[in-house]
């Protein structure tokens, strides 16, 4: 069983900077699969960053330049560095293996 455990988030001021963790375990084959998303109060769950098939990156155009998406393939774990954050990034942020497995959230609270 895919297990997916989310840490790092927390409150910071706007400008500042944060990573999340995800540690992944249980039977994870394709660390390309793992991505991550946020959630904000009163809006659907949107995707933030994510590895290709190929291993390159994608960003939503609202974090691109200031989130990087990144991996720890002896540790299973991928990582999500968030610089410059703004009080719009406020959410619970979400990973998730083949958009089938995803971990419990860790809350992002960006005051201004």
Do not use: H
């Not at 960003?59 to 200031?66: I, L």
């Not at 991928?78 to 719009?88: R, T």
Request: with cysteine.
């Amino acid at each position: 069983q895919v297990q997916l455990v989310e840490s790092g988030g927390g409150l910071v001021q706007a400008g500042g900077s944060l990573r999340l963790s995800c540690a992944a375990s249980g039977g994870i084959f394709n660390i390309n699969a793992m991505a991550w998303f946020r959630q904000a109060p009163g809006k659907q769950r949107e995707l933030v960053a994510a590895f290709t098939s190929g291993g390159t990156t994608n960003y939503a155009d609202f974090v691109k330049g200031r989130f990087t998406i990144s991996r720890d393939n002896a540790k299973n774990t991928v990582y999500l560095q968030m610089n410059s954050l703004k009080p719009e990034d406020t959410a619970v942020y979400y990973c998730s293996y083949s958009l089938r497995y995803w971990g419990t959230g860790t809350l992002v609270t960006v005051s201004s």
